[in-house]
């Protein structure tokens, strides 16, 4: 491609609109547009890379032993009432009705359509194991789309779905779908970690997620700094600090004006904030009932409540925070709450931490009052006792503390790449899939989804390959392996005739070369090639030319080294290979644990 005949232009200056070093690159380097909040054009540029990524994802599926297929975007809205996912899923979901005022949905992922399909055309146990996939575009319907293409309303997703006859088949699906995950992002270039997940609207047994670890990251991660134990906040287990023991003492009321938060609290009673309890007040409703009912959580003072793990420990529920009239209404205290007399429609949940901690102080549901040696059981019940608390730095680490070790964990940011589900009978059971099995009987199989955001890798991809001069591709993404400059042909026609013939030699090669043939200053064309990021750029110059050579240099090197013309293919050739090399998968790996 001559970028005389390119469509778009590259920016000198960053867009207001973009939040992050990579989104300011892939706007100003022309390989993206916005159209509007949360959905982009590809350019030329942003599609071949995206093409690329389409294309080693591909690879890897099809090696796994998955099958592409391609699956309407427009779905029945009764699929998803068949599954009840379409009340879990709300607002997210983008919904529409056709002229028959039939019932419709966007499809932000395909479990209940694949399902469909598979039970249309699968028989018996004969069929299985199989895994469809798909490279397709999705929608949600995001409140607060951010990073560029990190959290988008229209995004492509490469998904994939399993289905097996038995828990040791899916096991082994999974697991060559997780190593196809492992190879993809290091193929691609994004240094990823696996994380244990919370599965939240998709369902299932177990999930894991290949994350980012990156400072613009909206997820928190939990990593030991012992062992690989690495689990997204939502899902963290963690061995609580010691509480302080002691026989229960008699319950009393005592005074503490003005301590309204459990710092304030500790300080004023001179205790340490593991000795109080602290709680927080939702409305949950069930989404599979309709039920909804007010939630009182209860955890030590020195933790915090987790939501997602308090919404698992109710079955599911969406929470949200109540409001000012609900509190009021439950007969609650805000700043002086307390679990001990509650009213009986009030739901309490406790955290583990409250089991082994006696005589904490908690709220005495009065304003400016306290209660001392508040004990779990004696004083107040909880109708569901489960692990509702976050796990934060210094934490013990859960894994270490059975295996004998003394690991403490770290919390650092992250995105999330792709995501892995055993979904087990959350589908096929909830839709009624039976195939034949080898004694004539019925079976449900089970299944596993697997989903990769192929514009989270472009975004992750510009994230993680950057300087302060533009962006630096990975080798299989790079949406051209070299740029070719030419400089001062327009003044030299040996020189330009060797800039044409050199273009044609690197395609002749099978190599994609950018060739910018403008009209412009040499100091733009190196500033626009550093900008654009190809991992090879080839000067030729009347210079050059004379001295039989070519200036060669490597996106990330330093200097760039004199050529000589003859050995200019070969030169390149070897730098693709380093370049690839640098992908592989132990590599990739160990640059994310050592992030």
């Not at 013309?565 to 050592?594: F, K, M, N, Y």
Request: hydrophobic share 40%; net charge negative; glycine share 10%.
């Amino acid at each position: 491609m001559r970028m005389s005949r390119m469509f778009g232009h590259t920016l000198r200056e960053a867009p207001s609109e973009a939040d992050t070093p990579g989104h300011a690159f892939l706007i100003r380097g022309g390989y993206i547009d916005q159209l509007m909040a949360g959905a982009y054009t590809f350019m030329p540029l942003g599609h071949r890379v995206k093409r690329r990524i389409e294309q080693v994802v591909r690879e890897e599926m099809d090696a796994a032993g998955a099958q592409e297929v391609t699956m309407p975007a427009i779905q029945p809205a009764e699929l998803w009432d068949q599954t009840g996912r379409r009340a879990g899923m709300g607002a997210t979901l983008f919904q529409l009705r056709d002229r028959r005022e039939r019932e419709l949905a966007l499809g932000p992922t395909h479990e209940e359509v694949v399902t469909r399909l598979f039970s249309d055309h699968a028989v018996s146990y004969r069929d299985l194991p199989v895994t469809l996939y798909q490279i397709q575009t999705k929608f949600r319907d995001e409140a607060r789309p951010r990073g560029g293409l990190i959290r988008v309303r229209e995004f492509t997703m490469k998904d994939a779905y399993s289905f097996d006859a038995d828990d040791a088949g899916l096991d082994v699906s999974y697991g060559a779908m997780f190593e196809a995950y492992r190879r993809i992002f290091a193929r691609c270039g994004v240094p990823t970690v696996p994380v244990q997940a919370d599965s939240g609207a998709i369902g299932g047994k177990g999930s894991q997620e290949f994350i980012f670890l990156t400072d613009i990251g909206e997820d928190t991660i939990i990593l030991c700094d012992t062992c690989t134990y690495a689990a997204n906040q939502e899902k963290a287990e963690f061995v609580r600090p010691a509480a302080i023991g002691s026989d229960a003492l008699p319950i009393e009321e005592v005074a503490t004006p003005g301590t309204t938060s459990i710092e304030a609290l500790a300080a004023f009673l001179g205790v340490e904030e593991r000795q109080t309890a602290k709680a927080v007040f939702f409305m949950a409703k069930q989404n599979a009932t309709g039920e909804t009912f007010p939630v009182f959580a209860v955890v030590r003072g020195d933790l915090d409540v987790n939501e997602v793990k308090l919404a698992n420990a109710l079955g599911g529920a969406e929470l949200r925070a109540m409001v000012d009239s609900e509190i009021a209404a439950y007969g609650i205290v805000a700043g002086y709450a307390s679990p001990v007399g509650l009213r009986d429609d009030l739901r309490v949940v406790a955290d583990l931490s409250l089991r082994d901690a006696p005589n904490l102080v908690a709220g005495a549901n009065k304003a400016g009052f306290h209660l001392r040696n508040v004990n779990l059981g004696r004083d107040w019940q909880a109708a569901v006792t489960g692990d509702i608390a976050s796990a934060q730095a210094g934490h013990g680490c859960a894994r270490c503390a059975a295996e004998g070790r003394d690991g403490h964990l770290r919390a650092e940011r992250g995105i999330e790449m792709g995501h892995v589900f055993r979904l087990d009978y959350t589908y096929t059971s909830k839709m009624n899939v039976t195939v034949q099995d080898a004694s004539g009987g019925q079976l449900t199989p089970t299944m596993g989804c697997y989903g990769i955001g192929v514009g989270r890798i472009l975004a992750a991809a510009a994230e993680a390959h950057c300087d302060e001069a533009g962006l630096a591709w990975p080798t299989e993404v790079a949406p051209y392996d070299v740029h070719l400059v030419g400089i001062g042909l327009d003044r030299d026609a040996e020189a330009a005739a060797d800039a044409d013939a050199l273009y044609a030699e690197l395609t002749a090669a099978g190599l994609d070369v950018l060739f910018d043939d403008r009209d412009e200053r040499p100091g733009v064309k190196f500033n626009d090639a550093d900008l654009l990021g190809v991992p090879v750029r080839l000067t030729v110059s009347s210079r050059n030319t004379k001295a039989g050579a070519v200036e060669a240099k490597a996106r990330t090197a330093a200097e760039a080294e004199s050529i000589a013309r003859a050995d200019v293919l070969a030169h390149v050739q070897s730098l693709r290979e380093a370049g690839l090399a640098a992908c592989s998968v132990e590599a990739i790996e160990r640059q994310a644990r050592g992030h």
